[in-house]
């Protein structure tokens, strides 16, 4: 652990300003889909006091946009597909963001030892902003953005790819980390989530890798860091921040890792946190 919880509140220089990710399903939004009022306002003051706030996210560009809208998040930065794809938001530009970097590999080997493995799995590739080329279609709510079905699996994989889905139901989770090992899947960087899950995206790649190149392009010093999230592909950049926050729904690994554990998302358990990071002495008119 790097800081205390109460370091947080220490008087900072009015020219230094804090890099804040924030994980957004189980963290600032509810199971049921959505923000507290709480939360949104919240988060505009943070913005507001010298804290770039960006949003690090396994969603695609296109399930990230609304919940950027949501929080009146127009102009910044944002990380999707755990960390493969980094956006800045500028409302001037089509769909209201420019992709500045994507990070891809090549997912034949992947998928064919899966589907060897597991033939009955639904397989998805990310189509960048747009949404998903899938064997088949994903129960509705699991995937954003279009579907497109494919004919052949191997049109999955002609192309490289930001991320791969892997979905087994049925699967207890446990299986997906036993797969993985047995069938050395060393080429890519995965995270296995609440269900039969499995998220793949380029080898070293993760939400704290684009967080950590925000970081360096915006000139702000690592101490000043600040994450939080609740699953497994939040790991890295709880290691990697400054100052880590966990829910109270995370996996016992991932508490385990973060400096801090926040109550639970329904009861907005991310408000005390966002709270010790509103500072009027700070306060920037945007």
Not at 146 to 163: N, S
Not at 221 to 236: Q, S
């Amino acid at each position: 652990m790097n800081q205390a919880p109460d370091q947080l509140s220490r008087p900072l220089d009015n020219d230094t300003w804090r890099l804040i990710g924030l994980d957004i399903d189980g963290t600032l939004m509810h199971w049921g889909g959505d923000i507290s009022p709480a939360v949104v306002s919240a988060i505009e003051q943070v913005r507001m006091c010298r804290n770039h706030v960006i949003l690090a996210t396994g969603r695609n560009i296109v399930g990230t946009m609304p919940v950027a809208q949501t929080l009146g998040i127009r102009r910044g930065w944002a990380v999707c597909s755990n960390g493969a794809v980094t956006v800045r938001l500028n409302p001037a530009s089509p769909g209201g963001y420019d992709i500045v970097e994507t990070v891809t590999f090549n997912p034949r080997a992947a998928l064919e030892l899966i589907r060897e493995e597991m033939p009955d799995a639904f397989f998805a590739v990310e189509d960048l902003g747009v949404g998903f080329r899938v064997n088949r279609e994903f129960p509705m709510g699991e995937l954003e953005g279009r579907q497109r079905v494919v004919e052949d699996f191997d049109d999955l994989a002609h192309e490289e790819a930001t991320r791969v889905v892997i979905r087994a139901p049925g699967q207890d989770v446990s299986h997906f980390d036993d797969l993985v090992h047995r069938i050395g899947l060393n080429d890519v960087t995965y995270a296995v989530g609440y269900s039969a899950w499995l998220d793949l995206t380029p080898p070293g790649v993760s939400k704290a890798s684009a967080l950590e190149t925000l970081r360096r392009q915006l000139g702000v010093e690592l101490e000043h860091t600040v994450t939080a999230g609740d699953g497994n592909n939040d790991t890295e950049m709880l290691k990697w921040a400054g100052h880590s926050a966990a829910m109270a729904s995370a996996p016992e690994h991932v508490r385990t890792i973060a400096n801090e554990v926040l109550g639970s998302v329904e009861d907005d358990g991310i408000l005390p946190l966002l709270e010790r990071l509103i500072d009027p002495d700070r306060l920037v008119v945007r």
